[in-house]
């Protein structure tokens, strides 16, 4: 394996959700003016939970907390995800790309979790 992260920029999960906070600022940029504070915010908020959560739950110094933020990030990534549909539902954009790049996260993000609680579980059974 690579060297320790550092910081939790220096997990490539939390890059990959960084840009979806960013590309999710792009999308909307051209939303209904009335969506403003509709689905542009929701879409927003949840989107920027992901990283937000990420990285709160770096710093955690159990891997108890660290694996309750991570499935934080998860359902934050799958409100996400609805908000994503129900956008190209509406008419109002083409998701695709941004759905590519929310499912490349969620795997990452399912990896890291399951590494984590991998790693309880081999701390707690007596074989180890």
Do not use: C
């Amino acid at each position: 394996m690579g060297q320790a992260a550092r910081s939790f920029q220096d997990l490539i999960v939390w890059q990959k959700a960084h840009k979806l906070v960013l590309l999710a600022y792009e999308l909307t940029k051209n939303f209904p003016q009335s969506e403003t504070y509709g689905l542009v915010s929701q879409l927003r908020r949840a989107a920027v939970s992901v990283p937000a959560n990420i990285a709160e739950g770096f710093r955690k110094s159990g891997r108890p907390d660290k694996v309750r933020y991570l499935n934080i990030a998860q359902a934050s990534l799958e409100e996400t995800r609805y908000y994503l549909i129900l956008a190209h539902d509406l008419g109002y954009s083409d998701t695709k790309g941004f759905m590519v790049l929310l499912e490349e996260v969620s795997k990452l993000l399912d990896a890291y979790s399951r590494s984590i609680r991998t790693s309880i579980s081999r701390r707690l059974s007596p074989d180890s």
